[in-house]
T-cell receptor
């Protein structure tokens, strides 16, 4: 968990509101990965971004979800018009270069727990 | 289909004993396997990984064993300590050569008895 910072730690939104989750990668890391975790389940991949580029968004829902990683500032995972089913923990990981099995494993932040009421 | 599952959802171990957490997988194409530990309210913490060209890998107090014949993965923790209490996840890569698209199991909760 060292170095990957996520905020807020807890976020409560009413149905229909927007949720914005932030992830600041470790210093020097230009690759960010977002995952979602439901209670008592493993993590599910959502999206992989490099600075200013989406590399792989195959795990992202087609609607309401978007992600960005601007040249400056944190990566943002945005959920529009939240529904109760969006309640989950959202984790971010970062790496200094693109991920392949020859590279080091991903290290995660402590997540944002989103509750939709 | 692809799946990673765990045989025991909860494992209770006496402090000082060794712990063994088991995991089954079904994706024959996976070439990378990894164990994470997750404490309550925290993100997954890397423990150890292993590639498919290996059968065994050791770390500090932990050993991962990979049996590709029966598609079985295990994590052994030596001399279990109270700080080892957590949920342990095994995961395999969905596509060979990648380690960010992982298929995660549901997790095993390790409880340490004093």
């Amino acid at each position: 968990n060292a170095g990957v910072m996520q905020n807020p730690r807890h976020l409560v939104r009413r149905r229909g509101q927007e949720a914005r989750l932030r992830c600041s990668p470790m210093k020097g890391h230009s690759h960010v990965y977002w995952y979602r975790q439901l209670p008592e389940e493993g993590l599910k991949f959502m999206v992989y971004l490099q600075k200013e580029n989406i590399i792989d968004e195959s795990g992202m829902p087609k609607e309401r979800f978007s992600a960005e990683f601007p040249k400056e500032g944190p990566s943002i995972l945005r959920i529009q018009q939240v529904v109760r089913g969006d309640s989950a923990a959202y984790f971010c990981a970062s790496s200094p270069m693109g991920q392949g099995t020859n590279n080091s494993p991903l290290h995660f932040g402590n997540g944002t727990r989103l509750t939709v009421t | 289909g692809e799946s990673v599952g765990l045989h025991l959802p909860t494992l209770s171990v006496q402090e000082g004993d060794n712990s063994i957490i088991n995991c089954a997988y079904s994706n024959s194409a996976s070439d990378y396997f990894i164990w994470y530990k997750q404490e309550s309210g925290k993100g997954p913490q890397f423990i150890i990984d292993i590639r498919s060209n290996m059968d065994k890998r050791q770390g500090q107090r932990v050993t991962v064993l990979l049996n590709k014949t029966v598609k079985h993965l295990s994590l052994q923790i030596a001399a279990t300590q109270p700080g080892d209490s957590a949920v342990y996840f095994c995961a395999e890569n969905k596509y060979p050569g990648s380690n960010y698209q992982l298929i995660w199991g549901a997790g095993t909760k390790l409880i340490i008895k004093p």
